[in-house]
């Protein structure tokens, strides 16, 4: 166990968080309205991890990799239900967990992208936030939604971009816990580019035949 390993809530969740993301939460059961109120005693974070599709109820089994929460916006409801903001930060390793307390916990340490020269990056980035762009605006438009804050709030730093981009893909969960197990930003960011890739001519076509329909019945 190194130096920064430390003690960490987690939260089994069928969703991936990465850092920098935002997910609104509704804590309801017993278990976990005692994790947060645990955490806002203590001034601790949580973890949020995927849980494994296999995993029995009530002994939610994690992957390993997950991503640190502070929590943001904390409400406690009159029946002691929360609803809150959890804001991810750092990526954690769980060492080793335990149900001591009625919720999950694990001995975690952080995760991190291996180095690599910004140089190498600037190239693939550029391509996924572009790729990115037309996807996004494709998104908006078969909502039916003005363009938003998103295209603002597109983060520059490549690990970020790698990041931000694999959360709102729409792709499988077990897909975007491989993006966060990953710990290259070059791999990621050409991983999420060959997704985008196929995607964005398929998003496109749909549109046209969603736009030729409404002609359709216009006529």
């Given at each position: 166990?190194t130096?920064?390993?430390?003690?960490?809530?987690?939260?089994?969740?069928?969703?991936?968080?990465?850092?920098?993301?935002v997910?609104?939460l509704?804590i309801?059961?017993s278990?976990?309205?005692?994790?947060i109120?645990?955490?806002?005693?203590?001034r601790?974070?949580?973890?949020?991890?995927?849980?494994?599709?296999?995993?029995?109820?009530?002994?939610?089994?994690p992957?390993?990799?997950g991503?640190?929460?502070?929590?943001?916006?904390?409400?406690?409801?009159?029946d002691?239900?929360?609803?809150?903001?959890?804001?991810?930060?750092?990526?954690?390793?769980i060492?080793?967990?335990?149900?001591?307390?009625?919720?999950?916990?694990?001995?975690v340490?952080?995760?991190?992208d291996?180095?690599e020269?910004?140089?190498?990056l600037?190239?693939?980035?550029?391509?996924?936030?572009?790729?990115?762009?037309?996807?996004?605006n494709?998104?908006?438009?078969a909502?039916?939604e003005?363009?938003?804050?998103?295209?603002?709030s597109?983060?520059?730093?490549?690990?970020?971009?790698?990041?931000?981009?694999?959360?709102?893909?729409?792709v499988?969960?077990?897909?975007?816990?491989?993006f966060?197990e990953l710990?290259?930003?070059r791999?990621r960011?050409?991983?999420v580019?060959?997704?985008?890739?196929?995607e964005v001519?398929?998003?496109?076509?749909?549109?046209?035949?969603?736009i030729?329909?409404d002609?359709?019945?216009?006529?």
């Amino acid at each position: 166990m190194t130096a920064s390993a430390r003690e960490l809530p987690l939260f089994p969740l069928q969703v991936v968080l990465f850092p920098g993301m935002v997910l609104p939460l509704h804590i309801f059961e017993s278990r976990y309205r005692q994790m947060i109120a645990d955490c806002q005693q203590q001034r601790k974070p949580f973890g949020v991890v995927l849980a494994r599709p296999e995993s029995l109820p009530l002994q939610e089994e994690p992957y390993p990799v997950g991503t640190m929460a502070e929590m943001r916006d904390l409400h406690r409801l009159e029946d002691g239900r929360y609803i809150l903001m959890a804001c991810g930060k750092q990526r954690f390793h769980i060492l080793r967990q335990h149900r001591l307390k009625p919720y999950l916990s694990g001995i975690v340490e952080p995760y991190r992208d291996v180095w690599e020269a910004e140089d190498s990056l600037l190239g693939v980035a550029k391509q996924a936030r572009s790729l990115f762009s037309m996807y996004l605006n494709m998104l908006l438009e078969a909502a039916n939604e003005a363009e938003k804050d998103l295209h603002a709030s597109v983060p520059d730093d490549p690990e970020e971009l790698s990041h931000f981009i694999a959360y709102f893909l729409e792709v499988p969960n077990v897909q975007k816990q491989r993006f966060l197990e990953l710990t290259s930003t070059r791999q990621r960011l050409q991983e999420v580019i060959t997704i985008l890739r196929r995607e964005v001519p398929f998003m496109r076509q749909m549109l046209f035949r969603q736009i030729d329909e409404d002609r359709s019945r216009l006529n």
